[in-house]
Structures are given as C-alpha cells and as structure tokens.
C-alpha cells in the first residue's frame, strides 16, 4: 500500500497516452457506458473546440488518469438570455470504482465553472444528461445537488438533471485529495 495525491487539472497534450488506454467500464456494459468509454478514447487533445473544457484527475507525478470530465459554456450569457454550461462527460477509472473519484472529479468541475462564471458575469447553472438506467449517475449528481428536470425532449433515451451553483471567483482551481492505493 502507498499514499498518493491525488490532483485535478486541466487535460493536455501529455494525456493522450492515457486517455487511448482509459478504462471506465468492463466489456458488455450497457451502451450509455461504452459510448463514454469510446468517446473518451477517441479524443484528439490537440483539437479540443473552444466551448469545452476538459480536467482530468491524476496521481500528481505520474501519468495515470484516474477520472475525466468535458463540460463548458453551451450558451453564452447576454442581456436578452440567460447562458448554461453543460457537463458531456464523467467517468472514472474502472480499476478505482467506490473510491470517491466521480465526485472530487465533478467537485473540481463545478468549482472551475463557479469561477467562471463571477469572472466572465456567466449564468451559475449548469445541465447534463443522465440515462435513466444510469444509476450511479443519478446519485452522484443529485447527492451534488442536482434535480432530474424531466426527459430530455431531444434526445428521449436521457434525462435532464441541472443545478444552479454560486459564482465565486478562486486562484484554488486544483482540488487535492490523498488516497491510499493498493499496488
């Protein structure tokens, strides 16, 4: 056994390696699953579009991702609209299930969009979709506070769950948290 530190930051080009081996879920699970697993595989870093964000969480000195969230602005704030981000993806490593990782991942998440949005006068609120059989999902999101506002009229398989946050601006972007790994 070790004692690590865990870290959330922003991906880079450095985690391509990591991201084509990313593991978040075993052979044969349901679709919504593989279809985070391929997307997150897939992923070019160099090319990320410039609504989105992507963190991942890491042991700090080393490369392995522990856990991966894409969110950003999905409608920008004006004076004749109110704007959202929107989470796309969350997931953690398969091998680090029970352990906490999705909701320090999404804690990290929602404390980079509440700076944010007081830095750039952005609406605090942000969506995502949650398939309904998703039952992990559904608790790691509402256990943060978010509520299932119904299906989602474009896209029925899924659920929309929302929450609006307070903004707050922080140099503290990194969340740090140690764990005990068994090698």
Not at 29 to 35: D, F, G, I, R, W
Not at 50 to 73: K, N, P, Q, Y
Not at 122 to 129: A, E, I, N
């Amino acid at each position: 056994m070790r004692l690590a530190m865990v870290e959330s930051r922003l991906c880079n080009s450095d985690d391509q390696h990591a991201l084509r081996r990313f593991q978040c879920t075993e052979p044969g699970s349901p679709e919504y699953a593989m279809e985070v697993q391929r997307y997150i595989r897939d992923i070019d870093v160099r090319e990320t579009p410039d609504w989105c964000t992507r963190m991942v969480l890491d042991i700090e000195g080393t490369s392995s991702i522990l856990a991966f969230c894409e969110f950003g602005v999905v409608i920008e704030t004006t004076p004749e609209q109110e704007g959202a981000y929107a989470i796309s993806y969350i997931a953690r490593e398969l091998s680090t299930r029970g352990r906490g990782l999705g909701s320090l991942m999404l804690e990290a998440a929602l404390r980079y969009m509440a700076n944010d949005a007081a830095s750039y006068d952005r609406t605090p609120y942000v969506m995502t979709q949650i398939a309904p059989a998703n039952t992990a999902s559904i608790k790691l999101f509402s256990d943060h506070g978010f509520v299932n506002e119904g299906t989602d009229p474009d896209d029925p398989d899924y659920e929309i769950w929302s929450k609006e946050f307070t903004p707050e601006k922080t140099s503290r972007l990194r969340l740090y948290h140690s764990m005990v790994f068994n090698d």
